[in-house]
Each structure stands twice: as C-alpha cells, then as structure tokens.
C-alpha cells in the first residue's frame, strides 16, 4: 500500500495561483505515473492531469490544459500540479493518484489515491 498526502490547497481569488503537493510514500515511483482528480460538491469526480515519471510525458483534461501544470520530483518522491487563472469552477476537492499504468489514472482506476485537498476560488 502507497500512502499519498497531498498539500497546498487554500482559498485563493480568481485569476490567482496554487502549487499542489502530493508527496509519496512506502514505495519509489521512479517508474510509476502520477495523476491529479477533482472532485466538486454533487458532481462526479474527473480527471484533471497525469505525468509518466520517466520521459516527461504529461496529459490534462480540457479543463486544466493551458493553466495547470503536473511535474514532478523523483528525488523527493512527489508530484506537484500548478495551477494558474484559477477560475471559480475550479473549486473543488483535488485528490493525488497513483499508478503503474497511465491508462489507469485516465480512465479514473489508479492503484492509490491520497486523501484530498480543498481548493476554493472566489470571484
């Protein structure tokens, strides 16, 4: 089991910034993809971002393409998402996940999810 945590969530005003941590522990990652989910009060959650941890390969949701950034920092096991013109639809509760398979984190069925942090964007 890979525990996951991620921080930086907050209140933030729209057009503003957020850096999202996601630090990971109890197994390396030097081969395994990262990813970002969202998920707002009543909806279901979607897929906002993912990075293979080799090659540098990244993949966003419409959504978050041209304003969010996904990155990462193997030595430090962890993942970040960049988050800029953050608008109020953003608001949501952001989840970091894990997998061996990108096409798992796309398709909503990573291996580990951590456990959530809020983001809220005020007009």
């Known amino acids: 089991q890979v525990q996951l945590v991620e921080s930086g969530g907050g209140l933030v005003q729209a057009g503003g910034s957020l850096r999202l941590s996601c630090a990971a522990s109890?197994?390396?990652?030097?081969?395994?993809?990262m990813g970002w989910f969202r998920q707002a009060p009543g909806k279901e959650r979607e897929f906002v971002a993912t990075i293979t941890w080799n090659g540098g390969r990244t993949y966003y949701a419409n959504s978050a393409r041209g304003r969010f950034t996904t990155s990462r920092d193997n030595a430090k096991n962890t993942a970040y998402l960049q988050m800029n013109s953050l608008k109020p639809e953003d608001t949501a509760v952001y989840y970091c996940?894990?997998?061996?398979?990108?096409?798992?984190?796309?398709?909503?069925?990573?291996?580990?999810w951590g456990q959530g942090t809020q983001v809220t964007v005020s007009s």
């Open positions: 109890g197994r390396t990652f030097s081969s395994s993809a």
């Open positions: 996940a894990a997998d061996s398979s990108v096409t798992r984190i796309q398709t909503g069925m990573p291996a580990n």
